[in-house]
């Protein structure tokens, strides 16, 4: 099992570009999730999934649109990327808690810059 | 006021030590509680889930008070490997937060 891949793994975006980050889990986990990481921030919830085609927001969603048209793919757009979004993008995968188990497994991350 | 807070440190320890890391949380219908490890540059990964009875794994002991709302790991015997960032996340319904994390540096 490959677990959460993320891809790209890097990226360099200028001022008002788009871009579309994919993550792939092959668990058949029910709940899906994208992070972003700042440094003195910790992990801030962008948006999340709790089954196929369903998606809700987390605690910083502006900026951000999300899909989830299968249940083992969760896509992160930015339409028009800024600065604000340089960070480093995590997706993360669960069953649905309180089953067990129901830790988060993430992806190794996607690097973004926005100049 | 956040969700999950820690202290930040870092704490620098020599081989061998004891050390202990706190958390707090501010939502008391919390219903899971956990400790990760990040290391520098790599994603998060589970190191331990916290049960209300407490739990240990090897070196690692886990500790919950629901009525403090307090969440504390403890490592003993310290190896320079132990050296990482440590999440603490606390599950409130779909959703998981996660403190800033506690570095830690193991020092030969």
């Known amino acids: 099992n490959a677990g959460v891949t993320q891809t790209p793994k890097f990226r360099v975006l200028k001022t008002g570009q788009s871009m579309t980050l994919l993550c792939a889990q092959d668990?058949?986990?029910?709940?899906m999730y994208w992070y972003r990481q700042d440094p003195g921030m910790g992990l801030r919830l962008i948006h999340y999934s709790v089954g196929e085609g369903t998606t809700a927001k987390g605690e910083v969603p502006d900026g951000y649109n999300v899909s989830r048209l299968k249940k083992q793919n969760f896509l992160l757009g930015l339409e028009s990327a800024a600065p604000s979004q340089t960070s480093v993008y995590f997706c993360?995968?669960?069953?649905?808690?309180?089953?067990?188990?129901?830790?988060?497994?993430f992806g190794p991350g996607t690097r973004l810059t926005v100049t | 006021r956040k969700e999950v807070e820690q202290d930040p440190g870092p704490f620098n320890v020599p081989e061998g030590a004891t050390v202990a890391f706190n958390c707090t949380y501010s939502n008391s219908a919390s219903q899971s509680f956990f400790w990760y490890r990040q290391d520098c540059r790599k994603e998060p990964k589970l190191l331990m889930s916290?049960?209300?009875s407490g739990n240990e794994d090897g070196r690692f002991t886990a500790q919950l008070n629901r009525a403090s709302q307090y969440i504390s790991l403890l490592i003993r015997d310290s190896k320079l490997s132990d050296s990482a960032t440590y999440l603490c996340?606390?599950?409130?319904?779909?959703?998981?937060?996660f403190g800033t994390g506690t570095s830690l540096t193991v020092i030969p």
């Open positions: 996340v606390v599950n409130t319904g779909n959703q998981f937060y």
């Open positions: 916290v049960y209300s």
């Open positions: 993360a995968s669960s069953l649905r808690p309180p089953r067990f188990p129901y830790e988060q497994y």
């Open positions: 668990m058949n986990h029910e709940y």
